[in-house]
Each structure stands twice: as C-alpha cells, then as structure tokens.
C-alpha cells in the first residue's frame, strides 16, 4: 500500500507540473519560444540517459541480453504503430480541420501520460532510487510537451481558460496509468523486467522520433551548440543520478 501511495503521489506531481508549467507560460508567453527549445533538448538527453543508464541495465539484471533486444526492437516499433494510429501532435493532411487537430493532440496526449504512468509504476515497483530516476526523467520531460501541447490548443481555437482545464485533464490520466501498472505488476511480478525495457523503447522513440528532430532545424553555430550543451547536460543529470544511487 505504502509503494501504490507513492505511485499515486508521485504521478500526481507530473500532472502537477502540466499545470504549473502552463500557468508559467501564460504569464511569460513572450519568453516560451525561446526557451522551450533548450528544455526539449535536456529532455531528449534526460529520456536517453534514464534508457541507458537505467532502465536497461536494471531490466539486465533479471533479462538475458538475447532476450533484451528483441522485446526493445518490438517495442520500440509499438509505439511507433502507435503514433501513426492516433496522428499523435501530427496532422498531415492539409485541408485538416483545425479543432479536429486539438481533439487528436488531447487523445494522443491522453495515451502518452497513461503510458508515463505505468512507466514510473514498473519503475518504483521494482526500485525506489530507480523510481525517482524515472520520475526525474518524465518531469523534464514534461515540460517542453506541455508547452508544445497548450501552444497547439490554443492554435485549434481553445479559449486560454478551457486549454489550461483540458490540458490538466489529460495530464491527470498518469495516475490512472500509475495505478493500473501497480495493479498488474503486483499479481504478475514477472512482468517487471518486460515492462522497463517496454519503457526504455518508449524514452528512446519519444526523444529519437520527436525531441532530437526538433533540436536538429537549429542551424546557427552558436545556438547549436548551446542546444547540445543542453542534451549533453540531460545525460549527465541522470548520469549524477545513478552515482548518488550507487552510494
């Protein structure tokens, strides 16, 4: 009970961020093109750092490697298929409808928190210090996604009032996701390691599919370099990360 209270908590401060952030960029909107293009680029190096340093070596542990790769290849490819279902941020027809857009972004958006929430559920589940790992790398993460997804609502027509509400709406189902992953891998605990290489797919797709391509248009030699002092410092926070947890 102690580890779901701690789930629950702890997904209620991702959603938490959603809301903040976005309350944030309303009062400094004229500040949040230029710095939401940094934050992207800590979250592509916080989401490939908590993969690599975290996730896959703890699903090791329990894993063979022969047995790693493929589950990471399928998943990987899941979320993939999964993006292309729901148009997920994407509207690639042209004559598109405006407020069709903003609904698909809340439905994407929808199943990406959940996914979150039964991310940092495997994560805590099968270590505090990895949860919290965890748990920094999808609040960073966070906050360039809802800048992005709030900037698009408005763009769809919502009023500033009903994209704030709908935007924490959607936010809020990580707890869902928390709560259902705690349910499953309380009675099939031999998921565990499954699910953390399921998650280590879904950190690798997100900042591989959509962080590092955006970061990548920045031509200008000096903002460039900035942005990957950015991606490079996301690395070495979760790098800092697993020292502290080995001590």
Not at 37 to 55: D, K, P, Q, R
Request: hydrophobic share 55%; aromatic share 10%; with cysteine.
């Amino acid at each position: 009970m102690k580890t779901l209270l701690t789930i629950i908590i702890s997904c209620f401060l991702i959603s938490l961020i959603a809301l903040l952030i976005i309350l944030i960029i309303i009062k400094v909107k004229k500040n949040t093109k230029q710095i939401s293009i940094y934050l992207v680029a800590l979250s592509a190096g916080t989401f490939l750092g908590g993969a690599f340093l975290h996730l896959l070596p703890e699903a090791a542990e329990k894993l063979e490697l022969d047995l790693i790769y493929p589950v990471l290849l399928i998943a990987f490819s899941c979320y993939y298929i999964l993006e292309k279902l729901i148009h997920w941020r994407h509207c690639h027809k042209k004559a598109c409808a405006v407020h069709a857009f903003g609904y698909m972004n809340l439905i994407g958006d929808s199943v990406h928190n959940f996914i979150d929430g039964l991310i940092i559920a495997s994560a805590f589940l099968t270590d505090v210090k990895l949860g919290i790992a965890t748990l920094i790398a999808v609040a960073l993460h966070e906050i360039p996604q809802e800048i992005g997804d709030f900037g698009v609502l408005i763009q769809a027509g919502f009023k500033t009032k009903k994209a704030l509400l709908v935007n924490y709406l959607v936010a809020i189902t990580v707890i869902f996701g928390g709560v259902v992953g705690f349910l499953l891998i309380n009675q099939l605990t031999a998921i565990k390691p499954y699910l953390l290489v399921i998650a280590a797919g879904g950190f690798m797709y997100i900042a591989m599919s959509d962080l590092i391509p955006e970061i990548r248009q920045k031509q200008k030699l000096k903002q460039s370099t900035l942005i990957f002092s950015y991606f490079v410092a996301g690395m070495g926070l979760m790098y800092l990360v697993k020292i502290i947890h080995l001590h």
